[in-house]
């Protein structure tokens, strides 16, 4: 059995913080153009979500350009949660994008909030929701053999 992924917390951090301006971005600019951000926003997450935490386009601006010139990290943490985290992001993000699309502005708006709170709590303090939901899901899982 193979052990799962390990990631950077540090690259999470810097991860959930330009998520968190991107999604800024999208409160404070006029239609159309906070849509078109927002869909960038929805593929990044997409990426994560589906490929890996290491094949987001932010995730490899964090490798390429900060972690050398900050040096390894201390400890790895378990690519799980995150990951997890990432397909909460896309699901607020992506209903965020159908609501805009479909004239219902204001659900985008409190959507697209949503899941800026969340990016700024991670990126500001460390504290990922997604992450936190993942390890309730799992306590609330049945045990299996």
């Known amino acids: 059995m193979s052990s799962p992924a390990q990631v950077d917390p540090r690259g999470l951090r810097a991860v959930a913080g330009i998520s968190a301006a991107v ?38 601006l964090f490798a390429t350009v900060v972690r050398p010139r900050i040096g390894p990290p201390a400890e790895l943490e378990d690519a799980r949660p995150p990951r ?21 502005t204001t659900v985008g708006y409190i959507a697209t909030a949503f899941a800026l709170v969340a990016a700024l709590l991670n990126a500001a303090v460390g504290l990922c929701l997604g992450c936190e939901l993942y390890l309730v899901l799992r306590r609330l899982a049945p045990a299996t053999a």
């Open 23 to 60: 999604l800024a971005l999208v409160l404070v600019t006029p239609e159309p153009i906070n849509v078109i951000v927002l869909a960038g926003q929805v593929a990044v997450f997409a990426v994560a979500a589906v490929f890996g935490l290491n094949r987001s386009p932010y995730s490899i």
């Open 84 to 104: 997890f985290a990432q397909v909460v992001g896309l699901g607020f993000t992506g209903a965020a994008l159908i609501a805009f699309l479909a004239g219902a």
